[in-house]
């Protein structure tokens, strides 16, 4: 499980990073690192083979959040670590680690640094051959299932490279923005190590003739091309680029677009942002901007099936300079070991000569940000139309997450006002991703106001999580998209079909059963417009507005999104 090892990154000072670790244990030093990074908080539920380590990490500087299932403790730890730079889950052994799996291997997809700690049975009770509670086939079994979708992972079971391992892997986590796995035996929480350890930092050194190269030739396509446009992905975002990015953008004078899963990259009230780029399912608009130009960068974008429109988009590869973390591509030329931070800079300092390309009035901030909409009536409630009055509200405090299905593809229509605040699973696409992750963002990020859109098929399966931001004293707004099932489903797949049905909830007495908040519901304009209000008004408690949607709604993107979609589900 151990991460590659090509190089990418300058090398880390380690002045400031030794420590000293005697008597110290090995759950301690694991803690102490993962404070190193930023965590201040972990995810997750207890269980007898994590116990010791629950009762270190409380009496730590770091809190423990327990949630009400180990799925929803991953969507959490994913959702604060887009947010706060890395994020940690601590659960069982296979009953807890096997729980947490599916929200992990979306962390994997979708770029998002999670630790996985987990606990599992002690070395000693092990060599006695009785079958152990939890056990799955063999004693390695969860590890080997972590190895699919984790970047590097360890059980910290030998004292003497415990240390190391830690550091190892926590250094993968941070420079791969991916999963990592560390399981530690019961047995092995206080042990403390006979040795001196040091940190010594990493070492991943950048090529340089390749990176110098890659950059002439990319700067010379700008200056001979006549409209640039840079197409910024979710990766500006997960390696903090977003300055770099804008710096590049303001120099050169290219407009941006962003994917799906890069939504609000940076503002989308930046006078350089022209909106979402999402091939023939989006604003044609957009489309045709970014489509008929004669030189797009590709900048930390995933090239997966929702982000380029199910493969809508016309983008000739010919015109195209793609660059990732892991990859970069000039047309047909291909560099390696090249980071994506040196090649922005790079292009930065190159001193392009600014572009003349103008931006369409009608794909200007100032211009999407002044729209009108019209006001509310007895009408009934249609998800574009929710957006449109959300739209007129949020602000650069606000963070919207958005579960799968129409919750995003409508959610699309909002503009954010700051960088990174606007979260879903826009890649791996699981459902019940946007109620679990309101916990971690609102642990991460408590002085903002948190809007999630949900529809009643995910909160049937996550939204329980609600229970726990209630106890952890957190105010989200929840608003509850409801159209008795799985409504993506019935677009993409025509007919009356009785598996997409779900029972019908009083979702509004959940509150009363929470003991804390107030519920609305909502079947008209009027009456959703009354309960938005009173939600935004009242910021000392949590909301839940059980939105009554008219029968068979669907987006615009959500309508071109089945015609296209439909052909291969069959």
Known sequence: MDASQSAMSKPVSTASTRRVTANVSIAQYLIQRLQDYGIGHMFGIPGDYVLSLYSELEKSPIEMIGCTRE??????????????????????????????????????????????????????ERSSGALLHHMVRDFRTQYEVFEKFTIAGVELSDPLTAFAEIDRVLDACDRFKRPVYLELPRDMVHVVPPIVHGYRGSSHVNDQQATTEAIRETSRLI???????????????????????????????????????????????????????????????????????????LLGAFMSDINLGIFSANLNPARCVYATSETLRISHHHYHNVGLKEFIVGLVEAGLVPQQRSIPEQLSSTKRSSSKHSEPGEGGLRTSWMMSRLNRLIDADTIVIADVGDSLFAATELTIHERGEFLSPAYYTSMGFSVPAALGAATARPDHRVVVLVGDGAFQMTGQELSTLIRCGHCPIVILLDNHGYGTERYLHAGDWKYNEIHHWEYGKLLDVYGCGKSHYAETELEFEAALQDAWNTLDQPHLIHAKLVEGDGSDTLKNLADRMSKTVG
């Open 223 to 297: 200056e001979a091309a006549d409209c640039p446009v840079i197409l910024a992905g979710v990766e500006l975002h997960r390696f903090g680029l977003q300055d770099e990015l804008l710096q590049l953008a303001e120099a050169a004078n290219i407009p941006i677009a962003t994917t799906m899963l890069g939504k609000s990259v940076i503002s989308e009230r930046h006078p350089m942002f022209i909106g979402l780029y999402e091939g023939a399912l989006g604003d044609q608009a957009v489309t045709q901007f970014v489509e008929n130009s004669d030189l797009v960068l």
């Open 71 to 124: 799925d929803c403790a991953g969507f959490a730890a994913d959702a604060y670590s887009r947010l706060n730079g890395m994020g940690a889950v601590c659960v069982t052994y296979c009953v807890g680690g096997l729980s947490v799996c599916n929200s992990i291997a979306g962390a994997f997809a979708e770029k998002s640094p999670v630790v996985v700690v987990t606990g599992s049975p002690g070395l000693k």
